[in-house]
Nanobody, 129 residues
């Protein structure tokens, strides 16, 4: 198992930016495809962004495309989510997730919640008007 710890959440005004970080430990992180999900009160946890273990492939939910960027630094065992032009509807608890994909292509990523088997505790992002 890999342990995941998110940070970087907080309160930001609409139109502002935040960068979330996900620090991974316990296994060779470069073997894992990574993803970000979010969950607002009373709603299902939803996909936000995914990145392959090589970092060469990414995918985004339509709601964040063009505003959010996922990246990773395998040397630092860290995955990032840069969030720009934040909207009120981006308010949620953001979760980092990992899936061992060593037997998949290095460009493979996962977008479904059930595909991930390692989760962080989440970091809260609140966007105010």
């Amino acid at each position: 198992q890999v342990q995941l710890v998110e940070s970087g959440g907080g309160l930001v005004q609409a139109g502002g930016s935040l960068r979330l970080s996900c620090a991974a430990s316990g296994r060779t992180v470069s073997n894992y495809a990574m993803g970000w999900f979010r969950q607002a009160p009373g709603k299902e946890r939803e996909f936000v962004a995914a990145i392959s273990r090589s970092g060469g492939s990414t995918n985004y939910a339509d709601s964040v495309k063009g505003r959010f960027t996922i990246s990773r630094d395998n040397a630092k065992n860290t995955v990032y989510l840069q969030m720009n032009s934040l909207k009120l509807e981006d308010t949620a608890n953001y979760y980092c997730a990992a899936k061992n994909s060593i037997f998949r292509s290095s460009t493979y990523y996962y977008t479904r919640r059930y595909e991930y088997d390692n989760w962080g505790q989440g970091t809260q992002v609140t966007v105010s008007s």
